[in-house]
Structure formats: structure tokens, C-alpha cells
């Protein structure tokens, strides 16, 4: 880069920029010198390439700057910014933890010290692409540029949600403390989880009132409601809501842990890891509970996997009554408690949590949960401590009109883009359209959110005629709030079978079986596994779910391994096997989990042998067996490992058939009598315990 000016070359070192033979004006002191040398050296080896840059650009106004008159007191005040800058900002940043509050302040930060050089070029007349700025420009004082740098250097360190960057010796982890937290079972159930399909936050302009009001009860120092409670029906926006919240949290560097729940994924469902993978969390968020932390496992190595009252013990309770009382809150976001498994362990962790928070109220530790009223979760929040620290928000209880106006600028935004991406010119659609879309909705997001996906179906590839064959449905008789979701689903459906009418038609037989296959499964399956437990091959599985874009997520590759088949949203399940009425669509879940059962039973049967993973010592324990996952991989099909799971999950689910004073039916009969000649075989062998099997089996 020449030395007289700004250049848009390669980056190089600037250490020599006021050297030892630069003649400086009167007012320009040798302060000045120094702390303009010690920037320069302190951004040499800045890895972060634009903010580099940016303070590059910076030295060379004040070189140029310098040049003209300058009070004495713009000298020091400068020196005194840059000394600043570069010991509270440039120094701390080689060291921090990024984090998505740290980056985007960052690119402030750097904007505004790029603006530096922008507002040089404006006064001196030179264009960003002219000529470089040379030394005699007089147009901007060192007082300018001093006075530029303290306000961005005041804007990136004055944030009052905010910490200054913290030097990485406070976030680094030690190799016992690495061993030690990974002892903790975790689950991949972070809010941002790139295992996570990707969640949306609420468009601007919508869920105003509630979004504000969330915040104030985040920002209140009310020592008594530290658990916020929204729940709401299906479909109402609860996670959206939940998303917006953590994202927010984040942004600002305010979110202590996050634990979004789906009852798809095993880990994301299982109670015991909700307080450990919080637990982790917290210790990546505060150093000082880190180090309170690993105080506590301190000769419990195996506490996070204990039962809940023991890891609640060692994991909340000993490090944060040792962290004592706090002015910055630890905020945890759990969204959708409801599917998370064991209706009395999920009663349990609510009792917990509350009576710690109840007993403790000097510990700043607040909690925000999103779920649907399941009875278990509205009688834990309703009696007892949790009754007592919690503030409930109905969420399908916000007037009409405003839920409405919300679901009317989400329409409008996503068929704006529907419209660019097809080049729709006409207004489209017409307002008439777009209210009556709305209308349609019935006050639920998802209702809204699965018109969308009709309308745009990329298999179509016609929006506006999709839009009017929704809009020219009858709007048929249903049980509030559902029925007009209820109506979407119908027409979805009818893509299906079509048009044929009797339930016993091929059409309606294959999607009652490979639909209510995919929503019976305890976890999702590509369709290479999933053809093994319908006995089918798999152009069968796709030709069937194609078709239901707007309410599956179909893998564009039906030949992976890994991208599995799941339902958009819990309501298209619950519309199959509960509110549906039409005869073709029907899902019997008991007959899934009879053949399901059974489909099990008969994989295992015939792969199960001795030594299945090929151990050189078949008799470890599988903890000692270090490469197990890998073999798992390897040596048994994702279609066998999830027989040897969920076998007894499916036969659990037909006790009832099975323990009912009614005669058996013919199917539950069929799986007994293949579980009394396979059952000792199965249990005898030990890849059921390897994939973790046995467990289920025993409690059916």
C-alpha cells in the first residue's frame, strides 16, 4: 500500500507507518507516535481481514490529516482514543470467543471506522475509485478523526446488555475439564442447531405486543415470576415465537442455554439430557460457572447421568448457590416441553426447576417455555411451587384482530416472494384473495404456513391456479379451532389419491400404509430404510409422499442414507388419526404399531446372530468398546437398528390390546405368536443392546 495514501491493495504491515524519520507537525506530539506505532504492531496479526482493513484505512487519514493544523488538544485527545482502542478492543479480540452478539457488533464497529475513510474521500473531494489521498489535504483535523474513533469505540463497548469481548483464558477448557463436561450426556437441541431444520423468526411487525412484553419480563428484576409459560394450540406460532426469543438472546450475547424439544429425534425427547446439555451450555456462557461446575462433579463423574434429582443437585443447584446472587440473569429457552417423553419425569423436572428457583430467589436465573397445554404440563404449572414463580401466556388467546393483522403480513411477504420467483406482474393476489386467505387461516400459523407451501408446490409450478382451487373449497363443517386447517389438509390429500373414492382403492391402501408408517415411527427414516418395514420398494415411498410437499419434508435424494422423511407440523399427524372423518385418509394407529411390531420382530429374526459387529472381543461391555457407533454404522442397516430400538416401543403401544378383556384381534395375535418363537433368540443376542433395544423391550 503506498504510504501516502489509501489504496484498496493487499493488506501489509503497517508498523513503519510514522517512523522514526516521519516529521510530525508541532502538534503532533511523540505520544502520538507511540500509540500510533503500538496500533499499527497490534493489528498486524488481526486475522479478522475487514476490520484490518478498516484501520488501515484509518492510519492513513491520520497520516494525511496530520499534515494540516491540529490543536494541541485534538493530539492528546487522539492519542488517548487510539490508546483506547487498541487496549480494550484490538488487544481482548485476538483472544475472545466469537460469538453471534460479538460478530455483529464487530461489523459495526467496522463500518464505522470505515465511514472514516468514506467521509476523508467526501471532503477532499477524491472519489472511492479516484486518486489516493496524499499528504496536504487539510479538509478533516486529527479532532475529526478522534472524535470519530471515540464514538465507534463508545458504541462497540457501551451496549448495557452487552460484555466488553472476554480474553479466551477465561472460556478456555482445560483437558480434565473437557473429559469431565463430556461425561455429561448432551443432546444436539440448541436453537441454532445446524442438526435442526432450519426455524423461522418472527417476520418485523409481527407479535409485537408479545415479543415486548416477553422482553420486559426478561429485563424485570421481579424476584418472583422467573418462568415464563407460553402455551397455545398447535399450530398458533409457539416455536416461531420461541426461536425469535433465543435468536434475540443470542444477538445480544444474553442467552445462557437453549433446549428445543421434537419428539422426531431421541436425544431432543429424552428428559435425563435437558438439564445436563443446559448445564453445558451455561458452562460455555459464564466462566464462573464453569469453574463451579466442575467443583461439583468433582468426584460425581457420573452425576449428569444419574437420576433427576441428583443431577439437578450437582448440575443447578451446588454451582449456581456457589455463584451466589447475580445483576446479569442465566436465560434458558426450552421450547416444545410437550413432546418431550415421560409425562412424569417432564413433572418432575417442572417441580425441580421451580422449587430451586422458589427456595433461591437471589439466584438471577430465569426460564422462558413454550408448549401445548398437555394436562401434565397445565397441572405442574398450576399447583405447587411452579404455580408460584411461573406467569402464563395463553397464546391462542391474543384478541383475533391481531392475530390476524400478524397472519396477513405473513402471507403477504411470502407471496411477494412466490410472485417474484414465478414473475407474477399483475397485483397478485388481489386484497380480496389475501383476506379471504386469511380468513381461511383461522387465527393458526400453521394454517397459513401449509397454504403456502399448497400454492408454491415446486412439483406444480402454478401458484395462481393452486391458490384459486384452494380458495374454491367449501369451507366444510369442522370442530373449532381446526376446521379450516383441517380444509387445507383435505385438499392436500386429494393430490394423493386421485380423485378415486373407495377407501379400499390401491391409491388410498398405499397411503394409509406408507403415510401412517412415517407418522408412527418413533424416528424419522430415509426411505431406503423405511421400504424394509413396509415390505415395499421405495419408487412406492415416493410416488405416495411427493405429492405432500406442502405437509412432509421429502429428501430431494430418495436414495440417502441420512435426509429422513418427517411431518412439516405434530397437526398433520393428529388430523390422520384424530379428526379425520373421510374413510381413505383414516390413520389406525393401532394397526401401524401391530405391523410395525411385527416388521421388527421378522428384520431381527433374521439378522440377529452372534457377534454381530464383529467385536475381536465379544464379550466387553459396550462402553469399552470405542469405536461401537462406527461399527454400528458399518456392519448394521439403519432399517436393523431401528428393530432393535424400537421393537418394544411399537409392542409397549399394543398392550392395551393385549391386556383388554376383549378376545385378541388377528394382527395383535400374529405378533405374539412370532414374538413366543423369536423372543429368546432376540434377547439372547446383543445387538439389541448395543442400539439400545432391551431397555424399550422391558418396559412394554
Same mark, same amino acid.
Given at each position: 500500500?503506498?504510504?501516502?495514501?489509501?489504496?484498496?491493495?493487499?493488506?501489509?504491515?503497517?508498523?513503519?507507518?510514522?517512523?522514526?524519520?516521519?516529521?510530525?507537525?508541532?502538534?503532533?506530539?511523540?505520544?502520538?507516535?507511540?500509540?500510533?506505532?503500538?496500533?499499527?504492531?497490534?493489528?498486524?496479526?488481526?486475522?479478522?481481514?475487514?476490520?484490518?482493513?478498516?484501520?488501515?484505512?484509518?492510519?492513513?487519514?491520520?497520516?494525511?490529516?496530520?499534515?494540516?493544523?491540529?490543536?494541541?488538544?485534538?493530539?492528546?485527545?487522539?492519542?488517548?482514543?487510539?490508546?483506547?482502542?487498541?487496549?480494550?478492543?484490538?488487544?481482548?479480540?485476538?483472544?475472545?470467543?466469537?460469538?453471534?452478539?460479538?460478530?455483529?457488533?464487530?461489523?459495526?464497529?467496522?463500518?464505522?471506522?470505515?465511514?472514516?475513510?468514506?467521509?476523508?474521500?467526501?471532503?477532499?473531494?477524491?472519489?472511492?475509485?479516484?486518486?489516493?489521498?496524499?499528504?496536504?489535504?487539510?479538509?478533516?483535523?486529527?479532532?475529526?478523526?478522534?472524535?470519530?474513533?471515540?464514538?465507534?469505540?463508545?458504541?462497540?463497548?457501551?451496549?448495557?446488555?452487552?460484555?466488553?469481548?472476554?480474553?479466551?483464558?477465561?472460556?478456555?477448557?482445560?483437558?480434565?475439564?473437557?473429559?469431565?463436561?463430556?461425561?455429561?450426556?448432551?443432546?444436539?437441541?440448541?436453537?441454532?442447531?445446524?442438526?435442526?431444520?432450519?426455524?423461522?423468526?418472527?417476520?418485523?411487525?409481527?407479535?409485537?405486543?408479545? @415479543?415486548?412484553? *416477553?422482553?420486559?419480563?426478561? =429485563?424485570?428484576? !421481579? &424476584?418472583?415470576?422467573?418462568?415464563?409459560? +407460553?402455551?397455545? %394450540?398447535?399450530?398458533?406460532?409457539?416455536?416461531?415465537?420461541?426461536?425469535?426469543?433465543?435468536?434475540?438472546?443470542?444477538?445480544?450475547?444474553?442467552?445462557?442455554?437453549?433446549?428445543?424439544?421434537?419428539?422426531?429425534?431421541?436425544?431432543?425427547?429424552?428428559?435425563?439430557?435437558?438439564?445436563?446439555?443446559?448445564?453445558?451450555?451455561?458452562?460455555?456462557?459464564?466462566?464462573?460457572?464453569?469453574?463451579?461446575?466442575?467443583?461439583?462433579?468433582?468426584?460425581?463423574?457420573?452425576?449428569?447421568?444419574?437420576?433427576?434429582?441428583?443431577?439437578?443437585?450437582?448440575?443447578?443447584?451446588?454451582?449456581?448457590?456457589?455463584?451466589?446472587?447475580?445483576?446479569?440473569? @442465566?436465560?434458558? *429457552?426450552?421450547?416444545?416441553? =410437550?413432546?418431550? !417423553? &415421560?409425562?412424569?419425569?417432564?413433572?418432575? +423436572?417442572?417441580? %425441580?426447576?421451580?422449587?430451586?428457583?422458589?427456595?433461591?430467589?437471589?439466584?438471577?436465573?430465569?426460564?422462558?417455555?413454550?408448549?401445548?397445554?398437555?394436562?401434565?404440563?397445565?397441572?405442574?404449572?398450576?399447583?405447587?411451587?411452579?404455580?408460584?414463580?411461573?406467569?402464563?401466556?395463553?397464546?391462542?388467546?391474543?384478541?383475533?384482530?391481531?392475530?390476524?393483522?400478524?397472519?396477513?403480513?405473513?402471507?403477504?411477504?411470502?407471496?411477494?416472494?412466490?410472485?417474484?420467483?414465478?414473475?407474477?406482474?399483475?397485483?397478485?393476489?388481489?386484497?380480496?384473495?389475501?383476506?379471504?386467505?386469511?380468513?381461511?387461516?383461522?387465527?393458526?400459523?400453521?394454517?397459513?404456513?401449509?397454504?403456502?407451501?399448497?400454492?408454491? =408446490?415446486?412439483?406444480?409450478?402454478?401458484?395462481?391456479?393452486?391458490?384459486?382451487?384452494? %380458495?374454491?373449497?367449501?369451507?366444510?363443517?369442522?370442530?373449532?379451532?381446526?376446521?379450516?386447517?383441517?380444509?387445507?389438509?383435505?385438499?392436500?390429500?386429494?393430490?394423493?389419491?386421485?380423485?378415486?373414492?373407495?377407501?379400499?382403492?390401491?391409491?388410498?391402501?398405499?397411503?394409509?400404509?406408507?403415510?401412517?408408517?412415517?407418522?408412527?415411527?418413533?424416528?424419522?427414516?430415509?426411505?431406503?430404510?423405511?421400504?424394509?418395514?413396509?415390505?415395499?420398494?421405495?419408487?412406492?415411498?415416493?410416488?405416495?409422499?411427493?405429492?405432500?410437499?406442502?405437509?412432509?419434508?421429502?429428501?430431494?435424494?430418495?436414495?440417502?442414507?441420512?435426509?429422513?422423511?418427517?411431518?412439516?407440523?405434530?397437526?398433520?399427524?393428529?388430523?390422520?388419526?384424530?379428526?379425520?372423518?373421510?374413510?381413505?385418509?383414516?390413520?389406525?394407529?393401532?394397526?401401524?404399531?401391530?405391523?410395525?411390531?411385527?416388521?421388527?420382530?421378522?428384520?431381527?429374526?433374521?439378522?440377529?446372530?452372534?457377534?454381530?459387529?464383529?467385536?475381536?472381543?465379544?464379550?466387553?461391555?459396550?462402553?469399552?468398546?470405542?469405536?461401537?457407533?462406527?461399527?454400528?454404522?458399518?456392519?448394521?442397516?439403519?432399517?436393523?437398528?431401528?428393530?432393535?430400538?424400537?421393537?418394544?416401543?411399537?409392542?409397549?403401544?399394543?398392550?392395551?390390546?393385549?391386556?383388554?378383556?376383549?378376545?385378541?384381534?388377528?394382527?395383535?395375535?400374529?405378533?405374539?405368536?412370532?414374538?413366543?418363537?423369536?423372543?429368546?433368540?432376540?434377547?439372547?443376542?446383543?445387538?439389541?443392546?448395543?442400539?439400545?433395544?432391551?431397555?424399550?423391550?422391558?418396559?412394554?
Amino acid at each position: 500500500m503506498s504510504g501516502s495514501g489509501l489504496s484498496h491493495q493487499k493488506s501489509t504491515s503497517r508498523s513503519s507507518v510514522f517512523s522514526s524519520n516521519s516529521k510530525p507537525n508541532d502538534e503532533d506530539s511523540g505520544a502520538l507516535h507511540e500509540s500510533l506505532a503500538g496500533l499499527s504492531k497490534s493489528i498486524d496479526d488481526l486475522s479478522i481481514l475487514r476490520l484490518k482493513g478498516a484501520l488501515e484505512g484509518v492510519i492513513d487519514v491520520i497520516k494525511a490529516a496530520k499534515a494540516g493544523k491540529n490543536k494541541q488538544t485534538d493530539v492528546e485527545d487522539l492519542r488517548s482514543h487510539i490508546e483506547r482502542l487498541e487496549s480494550s478492543i484490538i488487544r481482548p479480540l485476538k483472544e475472545a470467543r466469537m460469538t453471534m452478539s460479538l460478530q455483529t457488533r464487530l461489523e459495526i464497529l467496522t463500518n464505522d471506522l470505515e465511514q472514516i475513510r468514506v467521509d476523508y474521500q467526501k471532503r477532499s473531494g477524491k472519489g472511492r475509485f479516484g486518486k489516493f489521498l496524499t499528504i496536504g489535504d487539510k479538509s478533516m483535523t486529527l479532532g475529526n478523526v478522534g472524535s470519530m474513533i471515540n464514538k465507534a469505540s463508545q458504541s462497540f463497548l457501551s451496549d448495557s446488555h452487552l460484555h466488553v469481548p472476554v480474553a479466551a483464558k477465561e472460556f478456555v477448557f482445560t483437558q480434565a475439564e473437557k473429559a469431565l463436561l463430556n461425561r455429561l450426556p448432551n443432546a444436539d437441541a440448541r436453537f441454532n442447531s445446524a442438526a435442526r431444520k432450519a426455524a423461522p423468526s418472527c417476520l418485523e411487525n409481527t407479535r409485537v405486543a408479545l @415479543l415486548k412484553e *416477553v422482553f420486559a419480563w426478561i =429485563d424485570s428484576s !421481579d &424476584n418472583k415470576e422467573k418462568i415464563y409459560w +407460553l402455551h397455545g %394450540l398447535a399450530g398458533t406460532g409457539k416455536s416461531t415465537v420461541a426461536n425469535t426469543v433465543a435468536s434475540r438472546l443470542a444477538q445480544q450475547d444474553r442467552l445462557g442455554a437453549s433446549f428445543f424439544f421434537s419428539r422426531d429425534v431421541e436425544e431432543r425427547r429424552d428428559p435425563l439430557r435437558v438439564l445436563p446439555s443446559i448445564a453445558r451450555q451455561f458452562a460455555e456462557f459464564s466462566p464462573e460457572y464453569k469453574g463451579h461446575l466442575v467443583k461439583s462433579l468433582d468426584g460425581r463423574k457420573d452425576a449428569g447421568k444419574s437420576a433427576l434429582p441428583i443431577q439437578m443437585e450437582r448440575l443447578f443447584v451446588i454451582p449456581l448457590r456457589s455463584m451466589g446472587a447475580q445483576q446479569t440473569p @442465566l436465560i434458558v *429457552v426450552m421450547d416444545a416441553l =410437550d413432546e418431550c !417423553d &415421560n409425562n412424569q419425569l417432564v413433572t418432575t +423436572l417442572l417441580r %425441580l426447576l421451580s422449587e430451586f428457583i422458589l427456595t433461591n430467589p437471589e439466584i438471577n436465573l430465569k426460564i422462558f417455555i413454550t408448549s401445548r397445554p398437555e394436562p401434565h404440563i397445565e397441572a405442574a404449572f398450576r399447583r405447587g411451587s411452579a404455580n408460584q414463580v411461573s406467569k402464563p401466556f395463553v397464546l391462542h388467546d391474543i384478541e383475533r384482530s391481531i392475530v390476524q393483522a400478524d397472519i396477513k403480513v405473513y402471507l403477504r411477504y411470502e407471496l411477494e416472494k412466490v410472485a417474484r420467483a414465478y414473475k407474477i406482474s399483475k397485483q397478485w393476489p388481489s386484497n380480496r384473495e389475501l383476506n379471504e386467505l386469511v380468513e381461511r387461516a383461522g387465527g393458526l400459523f400453521i394454517a397459513a404456513s401449509t397454504s403456502i407451501k399448497f400454492i408454491a =408446490d415446486p412439483r406444480e409450478r402454478q401458484p395462481e391456479r393452486r391458490l384459486q382451487a384452494l %380458495l374454491s373449497e367449501k369451507r366444510a363443517p369442522g370442530q373449532a379451532p381446526y376446521k379450516d386447517l383441517d380444509q387445507v389438509y383435505y385438499r392436500v390429500l386429494g393430490a394423493v389419491v386421485q380423485g378415486r373414492k373407495d377407501p379400499n382403492d390401491e391409491l388410498c391402501v398405499r397411503f394409509r400404509d406408507v403415510v401412517g408408517t412415517i407418522i408412527t415411527v418413533l424416528d424419522p427414516l430415509p426411505p431406503r430404510a423405511l421400504q424394509h418395514l413396509l415390505g415395499c420398494n421405495i419408487d412406492v415411498i415416493t410416488s405416495t409422499v411427493v405429492p405432500l410437499r406442502s405437509v412432509i419434508i421429502v429428501p430431494s435424494n430418495a436414495e440417502s442414507d441420512t435426509d429422513q422423511l418427517r411431518v412439516f407440523h405434530l397437526s398433520f399427524p393428529n388430523f390422520l388419526t384424530e379428526r379425520c372423518t373421510d374413510p381413505r385418509f383414516i390413520i389406525d394407529s393401532m394397526l401401524r404399531h401391530h405391523r410395525l411390531a411385527l416388521s421388527c420382530i421378522t428384520l431381527l429374526s433374521s439378522f440377529l446372530k452372534r457377534n454381530v459387529c464383529q467385536l475381536p472381543d465379544s464379550l466387553k461391555l459396550n462402553s469399552e468398546v470405542s469405536d461401537l457407533e462406527e461399527r454400528l454404522k458399518n456392519v448394521v442397516p439403519m432399517h436393523y437398528q431401528y428393530a432393535s430400538r424400537h421393537w418394544g416401543f411399537h409392542l409397549r403401544a399394543i398392550s392395551e390390546a393385549v391386556n383388554a378383556p376383549k378376545p385378541r384381534d388377528a394382527a395383535t395375535q400374529q405378533v405374539l405368536d412370532r414374538i413366543t418363537d423369536s423372543c429368546q433368540h432376540l434377547l439372547r443376542e446383543e445387538s439389541t443392546t448395543m442400539v439400545g433395544g432391551v431397555k424399550l423391550a422391558w418396559l412394554a
